[in-house]
């Protein structure tokens, strides 16, 4: 199982947008794959999930996080290869994990906690909350959105990866995110 969490040597420059639900990461993902010309990873669980709902009108439960991550990390694997300079990925298996510990007690997998913590990205983009909230299926945390964009700075300071917080509307975003990321490509010729 462990190979099945660990990612591929690549040469592109991976960027993760990372954050509480409905913040617009998907948005986001998408439009600077469309910039860059690249392809971006969608978030696995998201199809999963929204199936187990359909399908049996269940939600998560700790027996999905490794198919999720397995998932992902499949995802991330294949497509990059295809990308071009820049790999934008709408999550990782280290989001996998707060939502791990926030929905059970604390508590992940440690397989899944090892390679959220080995895998490595250029930069994580974290969404802030100063979007409105969307409902959906899924989405579940309306009222804890500070609870949860604590939760996943305190992830990235915790293991010192390297974050930027992306405040403001989309357009402010995309701007901001482009610029990062062409200083990234400026100073990390991969």
Known sequence: ?????????????????????????????????????????????????????NNQRKTCEPSDLIPIARGQIKLENELASKANKVLICDTDLLETKVYSEAYYIGSCDPTLEKYAIENSYDLYLLTYIDIPWEADDLRDKPKQREEMFNAFESELKKYNKPYVILKGDKETRLKEAINLIDKLIINNPK
């Open 1 to 53: 199982m462990e190979k099945e969490l660990s990612q591929v040597k690549s040469n592109c420059i991976k960027v993760v947008l990372f954050g509480p639900e409905s913040t617009g990461k998907t948005t986001l993902s998408r439009q600077l794959a469309r910039h860059y010309n690249s392809v971006w990873v969608r978030e696995f669980a998201r199809q999963y999930l929204q199936n187990k709902w």
